[in-house]
């Protein structure tokens, strides 16, 4: 017998709203370069088929999207944390920054933010979190093909300079072939110093 799988309810947009963002993150679990976040307000005059969750989606229909996403939205934006401001804050409170700079760099205000996950940052407009939002809601979906190509270039660009650690491959997640190249190669600058594995090999573990 087959598990059905269980079907997510259609997200009810709350009413009263003109624009509305959504806000989704990309790299919350890597040991190595920036957790990126994007917020994106879509025109609802101008649909975009094929949004869904950027992970669901291959690399190809992800590139596809982005331009179409950044040519039909009403506005979107990146926000970034660096590994040195995830060392400091730590990782959530770092996704929270990040997502309020996307929002603050957004060329339109929305009046109602929704953000992908369980928690929200703290903003200067009403926020929802919405849990799966990169599934049910076409905002965040779109936040989240934004981030993820952003983020997935920087590690192919972090690749060409670091070829031995294959970034391009495992884009910074910690997979057996990462902890091998740091175990080997021992860690760079851009490695987030505050995760196990990276104070381990920096032999910061207490």
């Known amino acids: 017998m087959t598990k059905e799988k269980k079907e997510l309810p259609p997200f009810e947009y709350p009413q009263g709203y003109q624009l509305i963002a959504g806000?989704?993150?990309?790299?919350r679990g890597p040991l190595v370069g920036d957790v990126v976040t994007a917020?994106?307000?879509l025109d609802p005059n101008n649909p975009i088929e094929g949004l869904n969750d950027s992970k669901k989606l291959s690399e190809k229909k992800r590139l596809a999207l982005l331009p179409e996403i950044k040519e039909k939205a009403l506005a979107w934006s990146v926000g970034r944390c660096s590994p040195e401001e995830i060392d400091?804050?730590?990782?959530?409170q770092a996704t929270?920054?990040?997502m309020q700079r996307a929002i603050a760099g957004l060329q339109v205000q929305p009046d109602l933010a929704l953000i992908d996950g369980n928690r929200c940052?703290?903003?200067?407009m009403d926020a929802l979190a919405v849990v799966k939002g990169d599934l049910r809601v076409a905002e965040i979906s779109a936040a989240s093909i934004i981030a993820k190509v952003v983020r997935d270039q920087e590690m192919e660009e972090l690749d060409k300079q670091y070829p031995q650690f294959g970034f391009a491959k495992h884009k910074g997640y910690p997979t057996k072939a990462?902890?091998?190249a740091i175990e080997q190669h021992g860690v760079i600058d851009q490695?987030?110093?505050s995760f196990k594995p990276v104070k381990k090999a920096l032999g910061l573990e207490e």
């Open 96 to 98: 929270m920054v990040a």
């Open 39 to 41: 917020a994106v307000i």
């Open 23 to 27: 806000v989704d993150e990309v790299g």
């Open 121 to 124: 940052p703290q903003l200067p």
């Open 178 to 180: 990462h902890f091998e």
């Open 88 to 92: 400091e804050l730590n990782i959530l």
């Open 191 to 193: 490695h987030r110093k």
